[in-house]
């Protein structure tokens, strides 16, 4: 018994020789400060390399206390800011609030809202007929379009600011 305890003792003087010993504060990469992790967040944004290009979207909106569904028309959006890593659209969130603000100044609040977009119109009108043929599947759903609205570009300096705001070219 004896033999067995008194290592044991010597790893615990050892290990708690370790913690009192600072091991990093020589270390190259502990030295730095870090940057708050908005700030990081925003660096990555504004490095990241992106592209534009046309775009054909249509959105579609539903309270699931309603028995209305709203579908959007195509439109073909112009200069589209996409993300060169990940392939798809830059602050797409944005177009999808046009449609909330839409509805929420025709008084239609609470739908939850989604913007679906392809390259192609023909690719935008198969998702369409998807997407629309889903939602008369449901009972006692009515589908409603909203013809008068139409995406707006975002320019890619809202975007980064997660911010609405109409364009200087328009």
């Known amino acids: 018994m004896k033999k067995t305890f008194f290592p044991s003792c010597i790893w615990l003087f050892v290990l708690s020789f370790c913690l009192v010993i600072d091991v990093s504060a020589g270390h190259p990469n502990r030295d730095k400060k870090r940057k708050p992790r908005q700030e990081l967040k925003q660096n990555k944004l504004q490095e990241r390399e992106t592209f534009t290009k046309d775009v054909y979207m249509f959105g579609v909106a539903r309270n699931y206390m309603d028995s209305v569904t709203y579908l959007t028309n195509i439109n073909c959006v112009r200069r589209v800011v996409f993300d060169k890593q990940t392939g798809f659209v830059d602050g797409l969130n944005?177009?999808?609030?046009?449609?909330?603000?839409?509805?929420?100044?025709?008084?239609?609040?609470?739908?939850?809202?989604?913007?679906?977009?392809?390259?192609?119109?023909?690719?935008?009108?198969?998702?369409?007929?998807?997407?629309?043929?889903?939602?008369?599947?449901?009972?006692?759903?009515?589908?409603?379009?909203?013809?008068?609205?139409?995406?707006?570009?975002?320019?890619?300096?809202?975007?980064y600011r997660n911010v609405l705001t109409p364009s200087e070219e328009e």
Do not use: W
């Open 94 to 159: 944005l177009y999808t609030r046009q449609i909330e603000n839409f509805l929420a100044s025709q008084e239609h609040i609470g739908y939850l809202c989604t913007t679906f977009y392809a390259s192609t119109r023909k690719k935008a009108e198969k998702m369409y007929v998807k997407i629309r043929k889903k939602c008369e599947k449901r009972n006692f759903t009515r589908i409603e379009p909203l013809g008068d609205f139409e995406f707006k570009f975002v320019s890619p300096e809202n975007i």
